[in-house]
């Protein structure tokens, strides 16, 4: 997955991250975990721009759902370093009944050069852990946000 992901969306979410010393591994590089928490980051602030608390959408026991990480993916194009500062772009790669795709991309701030891209499948399940339909409030909103629902 070395090639630039395409998305289906129309709009997209930008955060600045900060690479901290104890982000990188022993060369000074980011380490390749630490990606996978700004991806958090970033579907948490994806949630807050639509108007949710990400924390009532990942495990909301007042409504009997969660919306575990199900699947994550991400290539390492270009070493980053500490000092550095991250531009991460989120959209919503896919939308299906139970399921929701983001995509990310990492870029230096100062460029538009590709470093890192990836993507993360939240699936929504209730109480019992079986999968079940996302929210209604949630897909509604999210409509807005995607261009092409049947992009795989």
């Not at 993916?73 to 991250?86: A, I, M």
């Not at 470093?115 to 339909?133: E, H, K, N, Y």
Request: hydrophobic residues 40%; glycine residues 8%; contains cysteine.
């Amino acid at each position: 997955m070395t090639e630039e992901i395409s998305a289906a969306h129309d709009r997209q979410v930008e955060v600045s991250i900060p690479v901290r010393f104890g982000d990188t591994d022993p060369y000074g590089v980011v380490y390749f975990a630490s990606y996978f928490r700004y991806c958090h980051h970033g579907i948490e602030e994806f949630f807050r721009t639509l108007g949710f608390r990400p924390g009532a959408l990942f495990r909301n026991q007042e409504k009997g759902f969660g919306l575990p990480i199900v699947g994550a993916s991400c290539d390492f194009l270009r070493p980053v370093r500490y000092g550095d500062f991250l531009r991460l772009v989120v959209t919503i790669f896919h939308m299906k009944e139970k399921s929701l795709t983001f995509q990310f991309q990492f870029h230096r701030n100062d460029s538009p050069e590709l470093v890192a891209q990836g993507r993360a499948t939240l699936v929504c399940i209730d109480a019992s852990w079986r999968s079940r339909p996302l929210p209604e409030d949630l897909t509604a909103v999210m409509q807005s946000w995607i261009r092409n629902e049947g992009v795989p």
